[in-house]
């Protein structure tokens, strides 16, 4: 009788309440996924991903707390979580449009994506000003010292300027293109600030090798001879990082800025700059 009266004040289709969660997710993105970008795409179906135990659940039966499940359960960090309260917003504004739901059900916006994260994941720290000076002042005693600040100067992750070779780089225009990048939106031309050029051209004239930095032996790099090699007695030698004790592993570990920190001082500079 309860249930009667309910749906006699808010009446809704029968056939539509049988929907399951997936069913939405399918027809919503058959509609949506043509009008963006493929990097979008990967990011919504990166999400979904997480949804599993929602996927065969009835729509209309999906309530705040089991959204809020998936988000406390999946283990991810913001920008990943960011992704999948827009996911679920656009899911449901989809199901409200096509009658699956009321208008007043959709409650996505209450759901908190703030206080959850990858408890392995690094916490980011851009460099400071004082630190920034510092690698300026010690540039000329080290070569390897003037990679970190092409790295903050030009905002590419470490992989892409380990990975850049000097036929994509063009002094004379001062600029360079990015080929291969972690996402599809990182395939880019980035330009040669003035600030860092006689440092590129430096590593473009210091020997044979095709890309753009290189071993002492004029090598192209790889990722780990860098990071523990050059990278990790930069950051120490600077006092830019330490050795801890790992309480769970019980041996030392590294603790202080690592490369991506570079892409957020960027971003600093930038701003500051608008």
Known sequence: MTALAEFNANPYDVNAAKVTFEDVYERWSDEHFPTVSNSNVKGYRAAWALCDKLARMRFVDVKLDHLQMIVDESGKNYPTLRKLKVLFGLMYKYAVIHEIIPKERNLVEYLDIKKVGNPNAYNREPFSKTEVAKLWDA????????VILMLIYTGCRIGELLDLKKEDVNLEDRYFKIIASKTAAGIRTAPIAEKVYPLFECWYNLNDCEYLLSTPDGEHFKYRNYYDSYWIPLM???????????????EPVYDGHRPHDTRHTCISLLTEKE
Not at 139 to 146: G, H, L, M, R, V
Not at 237 to 249: H, Q
């Open 236 to 250: 120490l030698e600077f006092g830019f990082g330490k050795f801890v004790i790992d309480e769970t592993k019980k």
């Open 139 to 146: 540039k000329d005693s080290n070569i390897y010292y003037t």
